[in-house]
């Protein structure tokens, strides 16, 4: 069972990544595990969100949760 | 006439209705830059100590940069300023669209406006020509009415800044807006245009801004529009507008909800939809004359229901009054969301203050502070939707408790009492905009100390630097920004942060620049920036150079309030932010107001401003080479 982390707010242009949902095996990786093996750099996602709750980047999705990550919140 | 800038201010007298250009040199420009600094030095010169902010002798300053008209994208706003009826101190505000690029065509850097009109008026400028003219037909007419009406005097289409009956009627958060969508937002800058009996500046020009290289401004321009799509902030703007960071401050606990009780609001995903879209309404994406983001939202209305453009378009609400109306007064319902954005923009009213100012209406009528027909016939309460475009009509026409919070909410706490004061929740009498310091230190540290009063746009934002591989860090070395801090820290680190960012930030405000085309919020980096105000100008200019105009700028400002009798007691944040914002334990803990004092003390101390009383010292006017400054604060 896949995990689905949706890159917000800009994230998806990453260089190495191009796209807005990155689909990954569910192996207990963290987010910030899995963002890493797809090519995040460490710092440019900060916020991580399943459903309406913060979960933070440590947390370890389970098979066939949706996790949204936003970039570093900033000014409007 | 030099390169990059025109050489000439626009000196307009509505008293006497005459209009005279004053020359400036080459050093004055290298000095001062443009935009902020021209504004600091405008006021300081020209508006007497304790000047009443509605009288002839307050001055109304708008400043254009030195690549303002030029290639490069994102450099072409305009910085407002008077003396502020909110703050009845220094008042700052910046706007785009496309009025900067029209003034400097037309022959002018900046325009400064003094006197009062006995009747309305308008002024009209088309190159050499610059006019006073009678406005009495607009007097009364919404900002789009009058913008519409002006295009049909001009031979070429002019750009308009303009106010609207908040502004006519002197509600003290009126703002100036440049067309359907840009405002000079903050401060009550409408109200004092509104003093002058000044109805609209309609400006048309049609000569190119000589520069000194015009194909390194192109490059710029073209690399700019080449690779903003591949930028992650710019990209996020493209997306989703200023809205797409809702979310984020969602999942912050930062969203401020209930007047900045709590950090998070239920309906946060149903208000974050506006950034890209509306139910079933076309969504076009629109953007300042040049710049190929294109952060704004307008929304095709079919049936009449609000005010559109010819196109039958209404400007979308940004970030900030999606917030305002919305988590801040808990309310998801889209549609008043919307049209109480499009009924400020009209009307000429600031949608942060007026958000605000509702929020603190609602909190005193649920405390019950105050017992109010207007407000009990209206069911005036946190997430009643129904109230609030009448209660913003209210406020425009200065009808029944309308005339109360047209005054805003530190002058309305006054008057009303009770302890009301603590849920005012203002700097300086400026209300918060949507960002909650109990999760940005550095944030707080802006509010406190602007002196404009409370402004999320004086530096960039902490979370950007609280890691080695964030945007902000990896982007702002050539700043001095070399160690991340994290977002709670409080100390000389933090203030650190935040004086370096502040100074870029009052730079790119010298230079009439849009916070999200260049690093740490957009694309263009540091270097790249420098680059543009040489090939403008022709100068050998330096990044250190730019760092100066930002000092002398800050100094200029500070120096009006200190000549004010303001000193560090406004430079205090609202004391609900001691209180932590929590709901069953979700929220951010409080900041202590010892540790933000102290910061703020440290900020002085860093800044060479006297750590007492917050007055920059001679030493430092001195050395910035404006010690006439340290003569003005002597009287
Ligand atoms: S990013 Fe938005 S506000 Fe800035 S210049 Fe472009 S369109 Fe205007």
Redesign the pocket.
């Known amino acids: 069972m896949k995990v689905r982390v949706r890159l917000l707010n800009g994230l998806h242009v990453y260089e190495r990544l191009k796209r807005r949902v990155v689909e990954v095996e569910a192996d207990g990786s963290t987010v910030r595990e899995i963002l890493a093996s797809a090519g995040l750099p460490r710092g440019q996602a900060c916020i991580a969100v399943v459903g309406d709750t913060a979960v933070g980047m440590d947390y370890r999705p389970r098979p066939g949760e949706e996790v949204c990550v936003y970039p570093p919140n900033d000014g409007g | 006439m030099g390169l990059g800038y025109r050489g000439r201010i626009l000196r307009v007298d509505l008293g006497e209705r005459t209009a005279r250009v004053e020359e400036r040199d080459d050093c004055f420009y290298r000095t001062y830059l443009g935009g902020k600094g021209l504004v600091g030095y405008y006021l300081l010169n020209e508006v007497p100590p304790r000047a009443d902010a509605f009288g002839p002798e307050n001055a109304l300053v708008f400043a254009t940069g030195v690549m303002a008209g030029t290639a490069a994208?994102?450099f072409?706003?305009v910085v407002v300023g008077a003396k502020s009826p909110l703050t009845d101190g220094y008042g700052e505000s910046e706007v785009?669209?496309s009025w900067g690029i029209e003034l400097k065509r037309a022959g002018y850097d900046a325009l400064v406006v003094q006197g009062c009109s006995e009747e309305p008026v308008y002024l009209a400028i088309a190159d050499d020509e610059a006019q006073v003219r009678s406005a009495g037909e607009l007097w009364g007419c919404s900002t789009s009415e009058t913008e519409v009406r002006l295009a049909g005097e001009f031979a070429r289409r002019p750009a308009v800044m303009s106010i609207g009956p908040a502004g006519e009627r002197l509600v003290r958060f009126a703002c100036i807006m440049q067309g359907d969508r840009?405002a000079a937002g903050r401060g009550g800058l409408g109200a004092v245009m509104g003093a002058k009996k000044l109805k609209a500046i309609a400006v048309s020009g049609s000569r190119k801004v000589e520069t000194a290289n015009a194909s390194a401004l192109n490059e710029i321009a073209s690399w700019f529009a080449t690779n903003f799509k591949d930028n992650v902030p710019?990209a996020g703007?493209r997306d989703s507008g200023t809205a797409g960071i809702i979310g984020s401050l969602q999942a912050a606990a930062i969203l401020p909800t209930r007047n900045f009780r709590f950090g998070q609001f239920d309906g946060w995903s149903t208000i974050a939809q506006l950034g890209r879209g509306w139910g079933p309404h076309e969504m076009k994406a629109?953007?300042?004359r040049?710049?190929?983001?294109?952060?704004?939202r307008t929304f095709k209305i079919g049936d009449g229901s609000i005010p559109t453009d010819v196109e039958g378009f209404a400007a979308g609400p940004e970030y900030e009054t999606i917030a305002a109306f919305g988590s801040n007064l808990c309310i998801d319902d889209l549609t008043t969301i919307v049209r109480a954005n499009v009924y400020c923009n009209q009307a000429g009213m600031d949608t942060i203050s007026a958000g605000m100012t509702l929020a603190f209406i609602l909190e005193c009528r649920e405390r019950g502070l105050v017992d109010d027909d207007d407000l009990r016939r209206l069911d005036a309460r946190f997430g009643n939707p129904a109230c609030v475009l009448p209660l913003l009509e209210m406020i425009c026409e200065r009808r029944g408790i309308g005339e109360l919070l047209a005054e805003g909410s530190m002058r309305a706490s006054r008057e009303i009492g009770r302890g009301s004061e603590r849920f005012a929740m203002h700097v300086k009498g400026q209300e918060l905009p949507m960002h909650d310091p109990r999760g940005k230190t550095g944030v707080g540290i802006g509010y406190a100390t602007a002196d404009h009063g409370a402004d999320h746009m004086t530096a960039g934002h902490d979370p950007a630097f609280t890691e080695a591989g964030a945007y902000g860090m990896l982007t702002c070395k050539p700043l001095g920004i070399l160690e991340p801090v994290p977002a709670m820290a409080l100390d000389h680190r933090k203030v650190r942060l935040y004086l370096r960012l502040q100074m870029w930030w009052d730079f790119l405000k010298c230079l009439g620049a849009?916070?999200?085309?260049v690093v740490p919020r957009?694309l263009m980096p540091v270097p790249m920036v420098v680059d543009g105000v040489r090939a403008a100008t022709g100068w050998d200019f330096s990044l250190w150079e730019g760092m100066n105009a930002a000092d002398r700028a800050a100094c200029m400002a500070r120096a009006f309030n200190v000549r004010e009798g303001h000193g560090p007691e406004r430079d205090r944040l609202p004391a609900r932010l001691a209180e932590g914002s929590g709901q069953d334990g979700t929220g951010r803990p409080g900041i202590d107001p010892g540790e933000m004092d102290a910061a703020v003390r440290t900020y002085y101390e860093m800044r060479h401003w006297d750590p007492e009383t917050g007055c920059p010292t001679d030493a430092r006017l001195k050395c910035l080479g404006i010690e006439w400054v340290g003569a003005r604060l002597r009287g």
């Open positions: 994208p994102g072409s706003r785009g669209g840009n710019s703007l629109r953007g300042c040049g710049c190929p983001i294109r952060c704004k849009c916070f999200f085309c957009g």
